[in-house]
């Protein structure tokens, strides 16, 4: 009987647990197992496996082979484990010296002759092997991803011969160290671009400074998307940890990884007939949703009351959580959604109700029944309602309003949440009830002016924290240390749907 053990990784969800190989090669009929709740497609690696040992001119033990994925509990899929099969098959039979890949994990699907084809996820692992001080074999389509991870030491494992001959020593595999890409800076759309809007320009820069939601309203052609597409640029560089985080929810949702624009904030705009499922993640085996894509960025949705209301609905619990949770019978995945909402919506169904050139017919029935296509709930998610007003055409020339650049901005921005981190270690837009008391507690004249409009308003107790809220980001803009009357009353001004249930008049 023969033992050996090779070292890999699952992938569960955002987690890459480690997983022991364990072979074992004993006397009987000739047999091949593979157990601890392999799917399909790992049950198939034993013909892939047998076909690449004899196409690569090595010997296939005989007797009954085991092949054992601890822990058995965890579920198996994909064909990463054919590699550390191989090899622990060679090991077993002895041939392969004992002890000569050890602290190392290896990963890759083997194709009949020998070869080492890429794997979906190596990033995660990646990030897990280095923390535990383990090298990887990857194969050479993962390489690029995988040197993402700072202090990784990677090596091809392009064949199983390549392999086998380090292992051996014959031709020792050349080990390169990962490093994170530098940080992009170019800004692809400025915020000078935008013509007017002063008022939605300032809820931007709000928005950005504390992580609130945004909410725009108006007609159509006025710059809503122009300015939730500027957003991202007012928003301060990712560090190396959250744009990981964002590479490996790329690499599992099997995305190619732009590492051009490493730090810089995803921007997703899912169409509105995107599904709850392609907003919030799902399927048989678990895959991360638009919300997840956006995570530590900006999701952007266009023509908000167009979108299914259960799609909706669904992003309820990660605006105020950070992470989405998909059950299924056979297992549980949590994602991360920490993203910072923006929604931009006319205020009627053909778009021109409150317009100056009075073109629209809309009844007073037909505009009810499009607002009320955003539930009651969501709106009370959202913490900024501005309504985005048409722009003289004499204002539309470059040369006439020198309007200020996202650079600018973006200073203040990155000023103001330096701050809020000092302060509290995270954005005034994910304050928890106790915190929002003690650190966004305005002036007894603000408490009265806040009381006093919640009550005529009918204020939720989530609104009146989120007016605090937005109301402690003003006070930061400005440089003030307490809440005052002025930050309490810009910030319910830049609530529109709670000072009128009809966001058109």
């Known amino acids: 009987m023969a033992m050996a053990t090779v070292l890999s990784r699952a992938q569960h969800g955002m987690d890459a647990p480690l997983v022991r190989v364990e072979i074992d090669i004993g006397g009987g009929l000739p047999r091949f197992t593979i157990v601890g709740l392999a799917e399909a497609v790992v049950r198939e690696s034993r013909d892939r496996v047998r076909a ?3 196409n690569c001119g090595f010997e ?4 009954r082979v085991t092949v054992n994925l601890s822990p058995a509990d965890l579920p198996k899929d994909g ?4 590699l550390p099969i191989a090899l622990g098959l060679l090991l077993a039979s002895g041939q392969l010296p004992a002890e000569s890949l050890c602290d190392c994990e290896f990963y890759g699907e083997l194709s009949l002759s020998g070869e080492v084809q890429s794997m979906q996820g190596v990033l995660l692992a990646a990030v897990a092997a280095t923390r535990a001080k383990h090298s ?6 993962n390489v690029a991803e995988a040197a993402l991870v700072t202090g990784c030491r990677i090596a091809i494992a392009s064949s199983l011969p390549d392999v086998v001959a380090h292992a051996t020593g014959k031709a020792p595999l050349y080990f390169i ?17 935008v013509r007017g809007q002063e008022t939605a320009k300032r809820a931007l820069e709000i928005a950005a400074a504390g992580a609130h939601s945004l909410l725009l309203i108006g007609p159509p052609g006025t710059g809503k998307s122009m300015l ?3 957003l991202p640029g007012l928003l301060p560089p990712m560090s190396e940890d959250e744009a990981l985080e964002v590479a490996a929810v790329r690499s599992v949702a099997r995305l190619p990884i732009d590492t051009s624009r490493w730090r810089t904030r995803p921007f997703r705009t899912p169409h509105h007939s995107a599904s709850s499922v392609a907003l919030v993640g799902g399927g048989s085996r678990p895959r991360p949703g638009e919300i997840s894509l956006a995570h530590h960025g900006v999701l952007f949705l266009d023509e908000l009351p167009e979108y299914e209301r259960g799609a909706l609905e669904v992003l309820r619990e990660p605006l105020e959580t950070g992470v989405i949770t998909i059950s299924r019978a056979a297992q549980q995945a949590e994602f991360p959604a920490s993203f910072q909402f923006v929604a931009a919506m006319n205020p009627c169904p053909c778009g021109y109700l409150g317009d100056e050139r ?13 607002t009320n296509r955003l539930s009651g709930p969501l709106i009370d998610r959202l913490d900024l309602h501005v309504e985005v007003l048409r722009v003289p055409h004499g204002l539309l020339r470059a040369d006439i309003v020198k309007a200020e650049t996202s650079a600018a901005v973006a200073a203040r921005v990155a000023r103001v949440r330096e701050l809020q981190h000092d ?9 928890n009830g106790r915190e929002t008391e003690r650190l966004c507690c305005p002036t007894a004249a603000g408490r009265q002016l806040l009381d006093r409009a919640a009550n005529k308003l009918a204020f939720s107790a989530r609104a009146y924290h989120r007016v605090l809220k937005v109301a402690r980001t003003i006070a930061d803009l400005t440089g003030a240390s307490a809440v005052d009357t002025p930050h309490v009353s810009e910030a319910m001004m830049l609530r529109k749907l709670d000072r009128n249930s009809n966001p058109a008049r």
């Not at 302060?423 to 304050?431: E, I, K």
């Open 52 to 54: 690449a040992i004899m």
């Open 60 to 63: 296939m033990p005989d007797g």
């Open 79 to 82: 064909g990463r484990y054919d």
């Open 136 to 141: 990887i074999f990857v194969p050479r389509a």
């Open 177 to 193: 160290t990962g490093a994170a890409p530098d940080s992009a800076t170019d800004i692809d759309a400025d915020l000078c671009d």
């Open 228 to 230: 939730a597409q500027r």
């Open 358 to 370: 009075g073109i629209c017919h809309c009844t007073s029935e037909q505009v009810r029944k499009y």
């Open 423 to 431: 302060r509290q270690g995270c954005t005034n837009a994910r304050l």
